[in-house]
């Protein structure tokens, strides 16, 4: 394992693409729709159709972002707008199935990891991603989708990203309990819990318990009248129907399907370069993030200092200097 130390180069350009090439997307399939493609997935269900778009033009350096959640969108990517185009990243926003932009199908079964897994690699199919150059970033839940995708595909990848995600829900389970939980206010936990234990997760006060006391220290910490429009756009555009099965009620801890989830033996067999991506006031461990990046076969770990779950917001500058120096040297065989 390596560790990043933030260095002032870190935006210098990726790939060595000219700004006229980056912009220059004559030929593509998507130019007509500003790099939008609606694309079909088969699933056990049917067939249905899941939104992404590209950004940009680079051969050498491509990233497809997975959004956390399940069931939220990848509006609170926009951030990548500020930094990627600079950089020369080429990059594809993607809506899962059952997110805002994509079909939302009454569907339960579809709620699925493994189907999950089976629909990113029919996305990156459609867009022409190869191990020449496609690098996958996951956040949050989208770290979970990554770190199987490349259990599965990585023969697929030039790199991987794991952003704000450890490799057990357990393990996230334990730092909530242990860690999280304690510092919070005895009495709004109190009532947290037990509205949680009678099911009363849609009453507006478990939200305004949740947010002050939970949300505005450990997934974005900035209040929450003054979140980022898109942070805030993506969360109005959350479907509960994919969230709660998956996840649970909230960010503090798991309960849903995922609950048992966990790679922690299984993180050696991922030999592509991986980046972990941590921040010190995250949701999830960042002793765990960065034992993480040390059982990947070639890993990397980057901490934020500043950062919270949402490190990409208010630890910006840490995130993509630590994000784009990895992609820079994966491109440039220094990694």
Known sequence: MTKDVSRADAVEPVGGVSLASYLDSSGRADALTGGVRVIPVETPAGTFRVWTKRVGNNPRVKVLLLHGGPGVTHEYFEACDSWFPGAGVEYYYYDQLGSFYSDQPEAPE?????????????????LGLDRRSFFLLGQSWGGILAIEYALKHQEHLRGLIVSNMMASIPAYN???????????????????????????????????????????????????????????????????????????????????????????????????PTLVLGARHDTMDPAHLEWMAGAFARGRYHHCPDGSHLAIYDDQKSYFEGLLRFLRDVDSGRF
């Open 110 to 126: 579809l709620w699925e990891l493994p189907r999950f897994v089976d629909e990113v690699e029919q996305v990156r199919a459609a």
């Open 174 to 272: 334990a730092y909530a309990r242990d860690v999280l939980m304690p510092a919070m206010p005895p009495e709004a936990l109190e009532e947290i819990q037990r509205l949680e234990a009678e099911g009363n997760h849609e009453h507006p006060r478990y939200m305004e318990l949740l947010v002050p006391h939970h949300y505005e220290h450990h997934v974005l910490r900035i209040p929450a009248a003054e979140w980022p429009e898109p942070v805030s756009r993506a969360f109005r555009h959350l479907n509960p129907k994919v969230y709660v099965p998956m996840q649970g009620p909230s960010e503090l801890g798991a309960s849903g399907k995922l609950v048992d989830w966990d790679r922690t033996k299984d993180l050696s067999s991922i030999t592509v």
